[in-house]
């Protein structure tokens, strides 16, 4: 029964846990050291289909981006809404941006900030940034569908709505025709279940690599029209853009980041490769009881 | 990020350090740590607590009563609105009854409210989320046949760029041929909901040929736990990439030194 | 429970029904006077339904405001031209009242291509299955479009009470539904529906909140008393509740319009059902129904089968070796609020686990996320210990509040596991992207680790990290076997049954519409799937 | 009556919100609107509730000078510092162009320089710093506990390791350079491998699990309407 409690495979799996977290912060550092790197990345249907919807919008109409996530997240979302801003702007496409968090509206302001002065656009003119409502997701979306100046008088900065000329073209929900719900929670299941089962306003989400898995269900049953899953589907949609909008800017973040991504992927693959190897080779595999 | 002044640089070094800190952690618990911690732990409370004081007693109580004050002499439906907020106020304050243990009976009002209300809501959002659609979406047939109308529809529907959809027309065989690729993973999709499912079902013990048709809802299972780790390590990942461009951008950047 | 049980359930009926009927009393008006006496003619017969005088009253000063439309039409009245005939009104079903469908017949003169309804592009296979942005966009590109778009019509609207009419909200670009906005310079002329439309969807009715609640008060910059009351009397125009409306409909063309159609005293009605739901009431009742079928079945006595959940052994076992070990245990509630099933379930669980921790006398460690959870899992604890014969050993202080938020939580917890030497952790509720730090910390202190969880992102590293996962449903089911409760156990029959139904509906679903799919019939299939549509609207 | 009015509140709230899903009339929607009001407000002043438990147990222990009673007063501070600002800056804002301190009702981290300070720098930071310490547990967990000991457990592996390969771009690449365009796209490139496992088998087991759930949410939910489980009596003596 006894095992024997030495040998190199032995000592391997004992290994300090600080030199797996040391390998990790290597592999993720050292490709932001060589700038220029720039990874290919193959583009998904998912993400495919936002571009193509996005795509098919004609100048003028409107597109809701709701930012439901805080900063924590930012790193995977952030660039899925400036794709999608890019998208819509260069194409004229009025963005108009609000979120249930108090922590969406900065990051909103910052992203159009980035974005809008590359196409000449104005905030007013072609996008809004409407703030946050305390209250939760679902009293926004249920107010907005009966009219938007009952939920938000006035925009982030405290103009009143009356006033921003492209609050005309977007008086209730349904003027719109897509909404991206970007969120690192059940919100964008709310998103989705009020504003396209409900309203029948089209909805995309941008989510965390978290959620991405259960959101194919969605897909496949037609409740989603187009899916972003974590950075790796913001850098496809940041190669559509760079590709076939704005081929000076489209890369950004996400497509920067995806080296070090796949460094630790493949980091990760080789732990679990070589954590199974020790075990076979050190005799341990029946020592939990498994499921 | 880039005006910063003095306080931005501070806070750009404050946070510097409370990540440095929480990092510590991975090394071993130490003071520096528990400070992070007990910090963020106080701070988040605060802002919590900000925030209920600020978006429920003051917007959602204070404001609408004393405007409301000011209309009840036109109209008397201020006087209703009015008394929903006394209502909500009494019933918050029934919850502080738990601090005298005599009465704190009292608290189990507003805990029923909110309880009872919670289940109302609940039933049909989880019907209308998780049970319909999703059957809705099983319940299409397991063949299927290429036709050009309905991939042109699609392609109408999803509003292609013109060479896209060209490209996909030409790859649309004739009609009335059946797709095998997409008629076998609809037959997986159907076996894999069944056989999930009845692994979920109590009332017969997995024994016999049903236990091994449960066992292969297991496996069913298990791809998608597989498929979530997958992403789930994408996602972390992506999250470490950002604090660690907060430390190479911009810290490093308030020292001068620019990678980019 | 029996006698005052069934008192307390009739008394919840009848104080159900009685608010109910208070909430749609005040619904009432609407129902009252619906679109019934929609007159059907072009000259202007019979007059206005009298409103009551209770929704004149509290409708402030609906006369004072000036019509805010166009004195200036921007097309003029042809006598010539033919106008559209049999102008009618139909309510929206399934709605709360805030819409109103207007019909009409196409002028003689009107040449273009009839648009469909949209209750015929529900049937047109062609469409049926688009989504109604997607169909709109079909519907253009349409070859008629050129025919439409040379000739039209344009909807006027104004209520009973005023004189005039004004160019409808949705048609003219500047305006607000609630009427708040400027004269816009740049106006030139309403933007007019398609040749050949055949109907007007009116959706710009809004339900005025009662004083106060206006949420332009709670704006940077709230708004002066008579501001608001200006605001208040125009919003009030759009409320069907206190006011009918005239509906004028032309026929235009080339700037000129026609004569109208009219139709007077009409409201939209607020409905008692909402149609689109009603597969959804089914399936509430039938699963409902069957859960508590079975739950009676249970309670009468009669033995329920269900297999044994492997899972809940080991919580026993981690108990004891917790106490062998002479350490304390941790339990975990999650994120759940205290209405959340999940939090529920975990409080069974608790239940159990401090009462084979009292009679061993293991310490244990609750920290909470949320002052509701906390107090009740207070309550859930000492009952255990109670049971247990020690109250005692019960400490309040080890079930404490941490902090509400999420990754506070998660530091503070790993950092008990860790200065605790916790020997046995379990977390019970529905938890998220902190569970993998919950789950590490435990394994490396070498704690013993048992889950139970209806977060399924999170199952893949509980059952990587943890001892013994109970997964979603399992979870739910442990809580109805550890309890012992007839009833409990009967609910999770009634849960097996609903979810045989479900089976066995998709099983029949599937294979008759793939066979009718290959006989061709693939409407019908449509058909079927459509039984289990989702959509409201 | 001390036992049986929760339930009939409890009861009555659950039922009508039940109805009112599936009544659209405008007196029922007002009344989720008020119901809603309701729930916001008793939340507010529950979380007094809890804020006072984690104070007292932070006094408690500064107060005994128990161990680490320094990290609990460092909490206290965070707290008092944080909350005063939030609720004082909750009404009085800078206003930059007049210099003034003026009137508001907004409580937006960055129209308050103080509040937004350490909301964006001790707030924000710690929130996704903690949040990306997943990674590094993420990566131990791979090594330390990610076993393929029976077949189960193996294809939960394998699975992750295709999604993992699959998702990174790199990996995907030299996938697509070797195998697939040598073999003239006889082989599917990896990323649409992933697509199809995330499709077809993850959704399949994705909507069994949603089945159950819901489900499970029903019953419960049906429970507590007729007062089978009362988990309001918890926490309150008696």
Request: glycine fraction near 10%.
């Amino acid at each position: 029964m006894q095992q024997p409690r030495k040998g190199f495979w032995y000592s391997a799996l004992r290994i300090d846990r600080r030199y797996i977290f040391m390998l990790v912060f290597v592999s993720l550092t050292v490709p932001f050291l060589f700038p220029g790197m720039r990874v290919p990345v193959e583009v998904q249907n998912p993400a495919r289909q936002v571009y193509d919807f996005v795509d098919g919008l004609n100048e003028g109409d409107g597109v809701l981006v709701a930012f439901e996530y805080s900063p924590s997240t930012a790193p995977e979302l952030t660039p899925m809404a400036t794709c999608v801003a890019r998208q819509c702007l260069k194409k004229g496409v009025r963005v108009y941006a609000l979120s249930s968090a108090p922590e969406g509206p900065p990051i909103a302001a910052e992203v159009f900030r980035r974005v809008a002065g590359d196409y000449g656009r104005t905030e007013g003119e072609d996008y809004v940034n409407l703030g946050y409502k305390p209250g939760g997701v679902q009293a926004i979306v249920l107010g907005l569908a009966q009219n938007v100046s009952s939920v938000f008088p006035t925009d982030y900065v405290g103009r009143a709505v009356a006033d921003i000329p492209a609050m005309r073209h977007f008086k209730k929900l349904s003027d719109l025709k897509l909404c991206v719900a970007l969120s690192a929670s059940t919100v964008a299941e709310t998103w989705m279940g009020l504003a396209s089962a409900r309203f029948g306003v089209p909805v995309a989400t941008g989510v965390t690599g978290v959620m991405v898995a259960n959101f194919y269900a969605y897909l496949d049953t037609g409740q989603l029209v187009g899916l972003l899953g974590g950075m790796k589907g913001a850098a496809e949609y940041e190669r559509l853009i760079a590709e076939n909008v704005d081929p000076e800017r489209g890369y950004w973040f996400a497509t920067r980041g995806m080296a070090s991504q796949s460094a630790s992927h493949v980091l990760i693959v080789l732990f679990v490769l070589f954590g199974n190897l020790a075990m076979i080779m050190s005799g341990r595999g029946q020592r939990r009881r498994r499921r | 990020m880039e005006a910063h002044g003095f306080w931005g640089v501070l806070g750009i070094w404050f946070s510097a350090a409370l990540t440095v800190f929480a990092f510590s952690f991975l090394y071993k618990d130490n003071p520096f740590y528990r400070f992070a911690e007990s910090l963020f732990v106080g701070v988040s409370a605060g802002y919590w607590a900000a925030m209920a004081v600020h978006e429920t007693m003051y917007r959602d109580v204070v404001v609408p009563v004393m405007a409301g004050f000011r209309f009840t002499s036109s109209d008397p439906a201020a006087w209703a609105m009015i008394l929903h907020r006394l209502v909500g106020c009494a019933l918050g304050l029934m919850m502080w009854s738990r601090f005298l243990p005599r009465i704190s009976w009292m608290s189990r009002w507003p805990m029923a409210f909110t309880i009872g209300f919670g289940t109302g809501v609940g039933i049909p959002y989880y019907i209308q989320q998780w049970l319909l659609p999703q059957i809705y979406g099983t319940v299409v047939p397991l063949t299927y046949i290429w036709t050009r109308a309905a991939e042109q529809k699609k392609q109408i529907g999803w509003g292609l760029n013109p060479e896209l959809a060209a490209k996909m027309a030409e790859a649309i065989p004739p009609d009335g041929m059946l797709h095998w690729g997409l008629t076998i993973s609809r037959i997986i999709l159907f076996i894999g909901v069944l056989s999930a499912l009845s692994y979920f079902f109590f009332s017969k013990a997995h024994k016999g040929a049903y236990g091994k048709f449960t066992r292969v809802g297991v496996y069913f299972l298990m791809i998608s736990f597989g498929a979530t780790f997958g992403n789930t390590v994408m996602a972390r990942m992506a999250l470490l990439i950002g604090r660690i461009q907060f430390l190479l951008y911009d810290w490093l950047g308030t020292m001068g030194v620019h990678l980019q | 429970m029996s006698r005052s049980g069934v008192m307390c359930a009739l008394i919840g009926v009848c104080i159900t029904a009685a608010v109910a009927l208070t909430c749609c009393a005040s619904a009432a008006p609407l129902a009252a006077v619906e679109s019934a006496p929609a007159v059907v003619s072009t000259e202007s017969a019979s007059a206005p339904t009298p409103e009551s005088a209770s929704a004149t009253e509290s409708a402030p000063a609906t006369e004072s405001a000036p019509p805010p439309g166009p004195t200036q039409p921007d097309f003029v009245e042809d006598p010539s031209l033919s106008p559209p005939g049999s102008l009618v009104t139909k309510d929206v079903p399934g709605d709360e009242g805030g819409a109103l469908l207007l019909m009409w017949e196409p002028s003689p003169d009107d040449t273009a291509p009839p648009m469909p309804r949209e209750r015929e592009q529900r049937t047109d296979p062609a469409l049926k299955w688009l989504p109604k942005q997607q169909r709109a966009r079909e519907l253009a590109n349409i070859a008629a479009a050129e025919a439409r778009s040379k000739c039209g019509y344009v909807v006027l609207r104004k209520t009973s009470a005023e004189s005039e009419y004004a160019w409808h909200p949705s048609m003219v670009p500047t305006g607000n539904p609630d009427g708040s906005e400027q004269e816009d310079p740049d106006f030139a002329g309403p933007e007019t529906l398609p040749g050949g439309t055949r109907e007007f969807k009116d959706e710009s009715f809004v339900f005025l909140v009662p004083p106060g609640e206006d949420s332009e008060l709670v704006s940077d910059k709230p708004p002066t008393l008579e501001d608001l009351q200006k605001l208040r009397t125009r919003r009030a125009k759009n409320d069907p509740r206190y006011n009918t409306y005239d509906y004028e409909v032309r026929f235009t063309k080339d700037g000129r319009m026609s004569l109208p159609a009219a139709v007077q005293g009409v409201r939209p009605r607020g409905n008692l059902f909402n149609p689109w739901w009603a597969n959804m009431a089914i399936v509430i009742l039938l699963s409902g129904g069957l859960i508590l079928g079975f739950i009676y079945t249970a309670r009468s006595g009669r033995a329920l089968y269900v297999r044994p959940i492997a899972g809940l052994q080991a919580v026993d076992d981690a108990v004891g070796r917790a106490t062998e070990m002479g350490r304390p245990i941790l339990f975990s509630a999650g994120f759940g609020g205290v209405g959340d099933l999940s939090t529920i379930a975990a409080m069974v669980v608790l239940g159990r686990i401090a009462r084979v921790a009292a009679e061993h006398g293991t310490q244990i460690i609750v920290p909470c996320l949320d002052p509701l959870v906390m107090a009740a899992l207070r309550e859930v604890v000492r009952e255990a210990y109670m049971t247990a014969g020690r109250p005692e050993d019960y400490r309040e202080d080890r079930i404490y509040f941490l902090t509400g938020a999420q990754f506070a939580y998660a530091a503070g917890v790993s950092g008990l596991i860790v200065r605790e030497r916790v020997a046995a952790c379990f977390y019970m509720g529905s938890f998220f992207a902190e569970s993998l730090i919950l789950a590490e910390t435990g394994a490396m202190a070498g704690a013993i680790q048992i889950v139970g969880t209806d977060a399924y992102t999170q199952l893949p590293f509980f059952i990587t990290a943890c001892d013994y996962t109970l997964m979603c449903e399992e979870y739910y089911g442990a809580s109805a076997y550890l309890s012992r409760e007839p009833r409990l156990l009967g609910s999770l029959k009634g849960q097996d049954y609903s979810k045989l139904i479900i089976a066995v509906a998709m099983v029949a679903s599937v294979i008759l519409a793939t066979v009718l799919s290959r006989m061709g019939a693939a409407g019908m299939a449509e058909f079927l799937q459509e039984l289990f549509h989702y959509r409201a609207g | 009556m001390r036992r049986q009015v929760p339930f009939i509140i409890a009861t009555v709230a659950g039922v009508l919100m039940l109805v009112q899903f599936f009544v659209p009339a405008h007196g029922m929607v007002r009344m989720q609107t008020v119901f809603t009001l309701y729930t916001r407000i008793i939340g507010g002043f529950a979380m007094v509730l809890g804020v006072a438990s984690l104070m007292q147990v932070s006094w408690v222990r500064v107060k005994r000078r128990a161990d680490n009673w320094p990290f609990a007063l460092t909490t206290i501070l965070g707290f008092v510092v944080m909350f005063s600002v939030g609720v004082l800056g909750g009404f009085f804002i800078h206003d930059p162009t007049t210099g003034k301190l003026t009137w508001s009702a907004g409580i937006a981290p960055d129209k308050n320089p103080v509040f937004g300070w350490l909301f964006y720098n001790v707030y924000t930071t710690m929130d996704a710093t903690i949040f990306s310490l997943l990674a590094f547990y993420m990566a131990s967990a791979a090594y330390r506990a990610m076993r393929a000991r029976d077949l189960t457990a193996g294809m939960l592996l394998g699975a992750a390791i295709i999604v993992m390969l699959g998702r990174a771009p790199l990996t995907a690449y030299f996938w697509d350079m070797w195998l697939v365009k040598p073999t003239d796209h006889q082989i599917a490139s990896l990323g649409e491998i992933t697509e199809w496992l995330l499709t077809y088998p993850n959704t399949a087991a994705t909507r069994a699990l949603m089945f159950g759930t819901g489900l499970a949410a029903l019953a419960q939910g049906v429970r507590i309407l007729v007062g089978l489980e009362r988990p309001y009596m918890a926490g309150t003596g008696d």
